[in-house]
């Protein structure tokens, strides 16, 4: 008696082993070519670096420089105009959207920014003297 799975099993085993090694070559030369693209981006990513980072550089630059002239700004402030600033901005609001809102609304911030800058420089007498000072 022949078992028909052990004739049978040489033939799918080696045909199954030759297309896996046709698979293979295939996968392997697609493998060969997909590095050798990797292999001239990275090249050309690296000829290209020096004008990048230069950009970058004048980014950087330009940021703190932006950065600078913020906070020197900020130091030059009164108190009142800082605590004014800061209200405006916990608001997100600007000077000039601030002038841009209806009258009645512009108003109402124009109030709550006065009470605060009462409650915390003081009274207006004292408002009065801590500009005096300043100027």
Wanted: no cysteine; glycine share 4%; charged share 30%.
């Amino acid at each position: 008696m022949i078992r028909i799975d052990s004739v049978t099993q040489p033939n799918i085993a080696g045909a199954a082993s030759s297309q896996k090694a046709a698979a293979s070559s295939t996968f392997a030369d697609l493998l060969a070519e997909q590095a050798a693209k990797l292999a001239e981006t990275a090249k050309s990513k690296q000829e290209d670096t020096p004008a990048a980072s230069d950009q970058t550089t004048a980014t950087e630059e330009k940021s703190m420089v932006n950065h600078r002239d913020e906070l020197m700004r900020l130091l030059s402030m009164s108190p009142a105009e800082l605590i004014r600033y800061q209200m405006l901005d916990e608001m997100g609001l600007t000077e000039e959207s601030l002038k841009n809102l209806p009258y009645e609304e512009r108003m109402k911030i124009e109030e709550m920014i006065e009470e605060e800058i009462e409650r915390q420089l003081g009274s207006k007498e004292g408002i009065g003297d801590i500009a005096a000072q300043i100027l």
